[in-house]
């Protein structure tokens, strides 16, 4: 009976010690990885145990940090091939460990590295890089120390992935360790191939993952991680927050979390639809139509699907207004000639200028949202650029009935401003009723802009680089009033002329002109 009490707390250690070792950390609700520590904003060193102290304290998801081993087969913390002028691999830690990092501290060991990450830390992770060595041999060699330190260290709920850009690497790893996070690097292998593999995510750089939007569909469907380096432009990390990636790698962790709060995705919305003219030539007939010839508003372009007018080029679509005259194929059309909106289209022979208007007409619409286009407008006098939506029962009960919105509309004539502007039955412009309002902007021809659409059943917000100018309300009388709950197309144009547009004539010297958008989105909540 005597050995009992020492049973019991010897079993009471073994528990103790195993329910620390299993116990998972609580990595912090955000997609932010810093890259190689946050280093940059302090002007620390990077892959220091500083810059890894500081993604802490920001409380970053999780810390990126790259392992080299030396000649002696020490693990290191650092990026490059060679450190202040010697080869690691050629060298001994201690002659690497001479010269001190930039603030100081000794060049750290990987051991050094966890412990310290390990302490007083209750929300940041590891995402382990290992790196490619002179052989396949060294290869194996280096991954085996690195999963037998992260063991004895008991470091494994640490870690968020191991990342590489060696195949061989992640397999290895995964064969040794099967419950083991993996991200490979490369950029060229499908999520079907990473999947067959056993290899649970992609880090990929932004521009090849950008160029395979496919990967992004298939890695969701198939339960990949999706990861991208290196996002430190506000036009990068908000594409990635938009399409939901599972985590951000960015030298720029604080503009990460700036951006997170600005982003729909903190409201709520989920990304339904977008384009992000990610390729060349046509506009994406999966998406966009085009509409041809005389319009309306007794505008002065003729409408192509030229690539002169509309094309994708540079990751921008370009719609571009040209002066130059085309034969009008409606003229003395007399079904046009019978009605009086659309008379004008028939009695011209020819059209002195060229340019776009594309639509997703019969491809997609919705019904609330947050739609956004980012965008550069077209600059002189006669330009009527807009961003603008229709209701999907216009062919049914006709214009103003079916509503209109103008998330934004710009006249040349007038530099800078633009407006947003609601068109119904009871408030429309033919009976000077329209519900709109206007906004500086800042140099539209030179920057992009943001313009934006907030809908829901009881509002509109319109919105200009995340500021809201305008709000329609919901006086729930009649769809005389609103009629915006059904679904709306969206219509991306560039006009010269017409009531509005050439209301102080047209500069012809100023041509081509062109509208730049970045990309389009559209956003909805489940509910």
């Known amino acids: 009976m005597r050995f009992l009490p020492t049973f019991f707390i010897f079993f009471l250690f073994l528990s103790c010690d195993n329910s620390s070792d299993i116990k998972k950390i609580n990595f912090a609700k955000n997609p932010v990885i810093a890259h190689r520590g946050a280093w940059k904003a302090k002007n620390l060193p990077q892959n220091s145990i500083a810059s890894l102290k500081e993604a802490i304290r920001l409380k970053c998801h999780g810390s990126e940090l790259d392992v080299r081993i030396t000649k002696d087969g020490v693990l290191v913390v650092t990026h490059d091939k060679d450190y202040k002028g010697l080869l690691i691999e050629e060298t001994t830690y201690k002659e690497l460990a001479k010269t001190k990092l930039s603030n100081g501290e000794k060049l ?34 280096i991954t ?17 992935s191991y990342i590489s850009f060696s195949f061989d690497i992640l397999k290895r790893i995964v064969e040794k360790n099967p419950n083991a996070k993996t991200q490979y690097l490369d950029g060229y292998k499908s ?57 951000i790698t960015t030298n720029e962790p604080e503009l990460v ?6 982003s729909p995705i903190k409201e709520g919305y989920k990304l339904v639809w977008s384009d992000e003219f990610n390729y060349k030539g046509k506009p994406n007939p999966k998406k966009w139509s085009y509409a041809y010839g005389f319009i309306a508003n007794k505008e002065e372009q003729y409408y192509t699907d030229s690539l002169k007018n509309a094309r994708v080029e540079n990751g921008k679509l370009i719609l571009e207004a040209h002066k130059e005259t085309i034969a009008n194929k409606d003229y003395n059309n007399p079904i046009f000639l019978k009605k009086s909106w659309k008379k004008y289209a028939a009695e011209r022979k020819i059209g002195k200028y060229t340019s776009a208007r594309l639509t997703t007409k019969n491809l997609a619409s919705w019904k609330y949202g947050r739609i956004e286009v980012r965008a550069k407008l077209p600059k002189g006098v006669g330009l009527w650029p807009a961003i603008w939506m229709l209701g999907e029962n216009k062919e049914a009960v006709g214009w103003p009935e079916s509503g209109e919105i103008d998330i934004m509309e710009h006249v040349g004539f007038n530099s800078e401003s633009i407006f947003g502007t609601v068109h119904t039955k009871a408030y429309n412009h033919n009976k000077n009723t329209e519900k709109g309002k206007s906004i500086l902007i800042d140099k539209p021809y030179d920057k992009f802009h943001v313009f934006a659409l907030e809908w829901t059943s009881e509002k509109m917000d319109f919105i200009l680089d995340g500021k809201i100018y305008n709000t329609f309300k ?4 009649t769809t005389a009033e609103w009629p915006f709950d059904q679904k709306f197309y969206l219509i991306l144009n560039v006009a010269v002329g017409g009531m509005l547009g050439g209301k102080k004539g047209i500069d012809d010297s100023v041509f081509p002109q062109r509208m730049e958008v970045d990309y389009v989105r559209v956003f909805q909540k489940e509910n």
């Open 144 to 160: 085996d120390r690195v999963l037998t330190l992260v063991k004895e260290l008991k470091a494994s709920k640490y870690v968020i």
């Open 108 to 141: 750290p060991t990987l051991k050094a590295y966890l412990k310290a990450g390990m302490k007083n830390n209750t929300s940041t992770g590891f995402v382990i890089e290992i790196k490619p060595t002179s052989s396949e041999k060294r290869n194996e060699l």
């Open 257 to 262: 979390f700036e951006r997170i709060e600005k």
């Open 474 to 477: 919901n006086e729930h009388k």
């Open 191 to 247: 999520p079907e191939v990473l999947k067959e593999n056993r290899i649970t995510g992609l880090d990929y750089l932004l521009y090849k993952i950008k160029s395979k939007p496919e990967f992004i569909k298939s890695a969701k469907k198939l339960g990949i991680t999706l990861n991208g380096w290196t996002a430190n432009k506000v036009e990068d990390i908000d594409w990635m927050l938009a399409n939901n990636f599972n985590y």
